[in-house]
């Protein structure tokens, strides 16, 4: 049964330190999307690349964050210097990359909690 | 740009009775439209998915969602629900001028009496 991975599942930090997510998509998929969740603004769309090129980062903090695909495996999510008004879930999720209707396949998510 | 809006944030329903979660969508086109769940601490799992033909769609876990056009809305159903349905559902738009994206709802999150 293919899954999307994410690691870590959780992560504590103090403010100021840098975080990495990591997250490993399906293999063969070639659409990767970050997503934030928090209670306050729900679900937003951080980052989405197609074959491991960014396509939209509109909705990602520039100075702060960062997203790269090292190869078509890996998926990365930097925050650096990390903010306690990051706290939130960050999920990953992939997809074929089919035009318009893609199913998006979602990973369990890393909680994140910046002290 | 498309548009999701999922009404009720809450809903509470009696384990065994029926249930609907409403979501109506903005887009011009003719749009794909998903839904998902989220149990607790997971990540989002795809109920059903819309994209043409027989606008009544059958998903996993007993539940089936109608796409009617001239309400812009793709409503959410289950005869009879189980405790173990209780979680978030988001319904999401997908289109053909976005890309792979998709825009989400915000959610409506279900509760079960026993």
């Known amino acids: 049964d293919a899954r999307v991975t994410q690691t870590p599942r959780h992560k504590v930090t103090e403010m100021g330190q840098e975080v990495t997510m990591r997250c490993q998509p399906i293999?063969?998929?070639?659409?990767v999307f970050w997503y934030r969740q928090t209670m306050m603004q729900g679900l937003e769309l951080l980052a989405y690349?197609?074959?491991?090129?960014?396509?939209?980062d509109s909705g990602m903090p520039k100075d702060r964050f960062s997203a790269e695909m090292p190869d078509a495996t890996l998926a990365t999510l930097k925050i650096q210097p990390s903010e306690p008004r990051d706290s939130a879930v960050y999920f990953c999720?992939?997809?074929?990359?089919?035009?318009?209707?893609?199913?998006?396949?979602f990973g369990p998510g890393t909680r994140l909690t910046v002290l | 740009a498309q548009s999701v809006t999922q009404p009720d944030i809450h809903i509470t329903v009696s384990e065994g009775a029926s249930l609907e979660l409403r979501c109506n969508y903005s887009?011009?086109?003719?749009?794909?439209l998903f839904w998902y769940v989220q149990s607790p601490g997971q990540g989002l799992q795809l109920l059903l998915k819309?994209?043409?033909?027989?606008?009544l769609v059958q998903g996993i876990k007993g539940f089936e969602a109608e796409f009617k056009r001239s309400q812009s809305s793709f409503n959410l159903r289950k005869p009879s629900v189980h405790w173990s349905d209780a979680a978030e559902y988001f319904c999401?738009?997908?289109?053909?001028?976005?890309?792979?994206?998709?825009?989400f709802g915000g959610g409506t999150r279900l509760m079960v009496k026993p």
């Open positions: 999720a992939s997809g074929l990359g089919l035009a318009g209707g893609d199913t998006q396949y």
């Open positions: 293999l063969g998929h070639n659409t």
């Open positions: 690349f197609r074959n491991r090129a960014p396509l939209d």
């Open positions: 887009y011009g086109a003719t749009p794909y």
């Open positions: 819309y994209f043409s033909g027989d606008t």
């Open positions: 999401a738009v997908g289109a053909l001028n976005a890309g792979n994206m998709l825009t």
